[in-house]
């Protein structure tokens, strides 16, 4: 079977192909005002006792749909008044059942919580679509970029006035931590097979940057791993199925909350 990580980034650089003709690429000033006014969500996980990034995940490679009926003007709010610290939102669309809409309904919903523009990005153009549609921050993934690319695409954001996000799984992409990202996250789940292992983040969180802002991301079901994860370091919790999978996510998220 196909690495389902090499088919999503096949898939992507087709989109960012058609992205490059039908997308300007505005200056800072040209996106709207960039996203300068936005709170940070590398502060907002520092000041949050939870530090929980609540995510609006619709489906996924290996589930299928999670909550095909799921809307972005009614989920990202409930989470926001319900204690999320801030909002990871999924904008691929052909493997999650996302958009870049999502991120402006739900500010348009009236969240004003840091969000997350949870895509593969492998262009500048993802970036400029970040920024047109209201994201605070940007994962880069370092499984789908060489360094030197990643450092490109990092630098670029920090230009848009965008955070970053970057993801790593295995102890040898750790070495992308190097390249000063706002925040560092260990993603428990393989890009490759998609099999989830919370242990990765505890194996991984010692070899990171001692002043790095850790996030461990995937496969969190419990108040008490959050509890652990935070004794290892880690200030961010990026949690979307355990949420998702309910009938009201938001409250899912409240009575979860109050356990920890």
């Known amino acids: 079977m196909q690495d389902i990580l090499q088919q999503i980034v096949a898939t992507k650089r087709e989109e960012v192909a058609a ?4 997308t300007p690429l505005p200056s800072r000033g040209g996106a709207g005002g960039g996203v300068c006014n936005l709170p940070s969500l590398r502060e907002a996980l520092l000041q949050s006792p939870t530090g929980i990034i609540a ?23 409930s989470y926001q008044q319900n204690g999320a610290a801030a909002l990871s939102i999924l904008t691929d669309t052909q493997y999650f059942g996302g958009s870049d809409d999502f991120i402006r309904i739900a500010r348009q919903s009236g969240v004003t919580l840091p969000i997350l523009y949870k895509n593969f990005v492998i262009d500048e153009a993802q ?15 370092a ?12 630098e670029k954001a920090h230009a848009l006035g965008l955070e970053v996000l970057l993801e790593m ?32 983040s505890f194996r991984l969180a010692e070899l990171l940057p001692k002043d790095a802002v850790k996030v461990s991301e995937s496969g ?4 008490q791993t959050i509890r652990e994860l935070r004794e290892a370091g880690f ?18 998220l409240k009575q979860f909350i109050e356990q920890i």
């Open 19 to 22: 992205l490059h003709t039908t």
């Open 55 to 77: 995510e609006f995940k619709r489906r996924s490679p290996s589930k299928g749909w999670i909550k095909r009926e799921g809307r972005a003007d009614v989920i990202p709010l």
């Open 127 to 141: 970036l400029y679509a970040a920024v047109l549609c209201g994201a605070s921050a940007v994962l880069l993934i």
């Open 143 to 154: 499984a789908c970029l060489t360094k030197q690319l990643c450092k490109s695409l990092m």
């Open 169 to 200: 799984h295995a102890e040898h992409e750790l070495e992308y931590a190097d390249l000063g990202p706002d925040l560092c996250g260990i993603n428990n789940r393989n890009l490759g097979s998609f099999v989830t292992d919370v242990e990765n």
């Open 220 to 223: 969190i079901s419990s108040p």
């Open 235 to 252: 200030r961010g919790f990026l949690i979307g199925e355990t949420f998702m999978k309910t009938p009201d996510p938001g409250q899912t």
